[in-house]
């Protein structure tokens, strides 16, 4: 187990997008899924669904990452 320290602001940010049922340590592991994870998982899937569904997923990534940008800022 280790210690962060951030600053009252950043916590007040991290407060506001963990969920209710999200330890701190639950949410910044959620954060911190890299793009390839998501990509990976995404390339495996298109076997099931195709071209198309791999696209609409990466879009569905994008969105959120811009959707979260927009809150944390």
Same mark, same amino acid.
Do not use: C, P, Q, Y
């Given at each position: 187990?280790?210690? !962060?320290?951030?600053?009252?602001?950043? /916590?007040?940010? *991290?407060?506001?997008?963990? $969920?209710? #049922?999200?330890?701190?340590? #639950? *949410? %910044? +592991? $959620? %954060?911190?899924?890299?793009? /390839? +994870?998501? @990509?990976? !998982?995404?390339?495996? %899937?298109? /076997? *099931?669904?195709?071209?198309?569904?791999?696209?609409?997923? /990466?879009?569905?990534?994008? @969105? *959120?990452?811009?959707?979260?940008? $927009?809150?944390?800022?």
């Amino acid at each position: 187990m280790s210690t !962060i320290r951030v600053t009252d602001e950043v /916590k007040e940010r *991290l407060r506001d997008l963990k $969920r209710d #049922d999200e330890s701190f340590n #639950d *949410l %910044l +592991d $959620r %954060l911190s899924r890299s793009e /390839k +994870d998501v @990509e990976a !998982i995404a390339d495996s %899937l298109s /076997k *099931l669904g195709g071209d198309d569904f791999v696209k609409k997923t /990466k879009e569905a990534h994008e @969105e *959120l990452n811009e959707s979260l940008e $927009r809150r944390t800022e």
